[in-house]
């Protein structure tokens, strides 16, 4: 199983932006080969699919409140994965969760949408406010 740890998050104020990463290791494969992607889960709510991006990277889901804000990435040689986060609102402060899977079973969206991922990581806080 990947061991997913992340970092980058903090206080910052609105229409600010933050880079979260997410260091992976533990991987069998290469990391191009593993479907990866960003959650977060608010105080009284449940856990949502963030940006998600399959397998070799053909694909990519954004949540609507997302859209056009955030980009997810990663780097390959260095089993990282990247969540650029621009202009920023208090709506987006929760707690962020980076998590992997060799196997992709549908779409990357539905993957996302379900939470359907295997490896997680701990979490790091992102909170928005002036």
């Known amino acids: 199983q990947p061991q997913l740890v992340e970092s980058g998050g903090g206080l910052v104020q609105p229409g600010g932006s933050l880079r979260l990463s997410c260091a992976v290791s533990g991987l069998i494969l290469d990391l191009d080969y593993y479907a990866i992607g960003w959650f977060r889960q608010a105080p009284g709510k449940e856990r949502e699919g963030v940006s998600c991006l399959s397998r070799s990277g053909d694909s990519t889901y954004y949540a609507d409140a997302v859209k056009g804000r955030f980009t997810i990435s990663r780097d390959n040689a260095k089993n990282t994965v990247y969540l650029q986060m621009n202009s920023l609102k208090p709506e987006d402060t929760a707690v962020y969760y980076c998590?992997?899977?060799?196997?992709?079973?549908?779409?990357?969206?539905?993957?996302?949408?379900?939470?359907?991922?295997?490896?997680w990581g701990q979490g790091t806080q992102v909170t928005v406010s002036s």
């Open positions: 998590a992997a899977d060799s196997i992709q079973i549908g779409t990357i969206e539905t993957m996302c949408v379900m939470n359907d991922f295997g490896s």
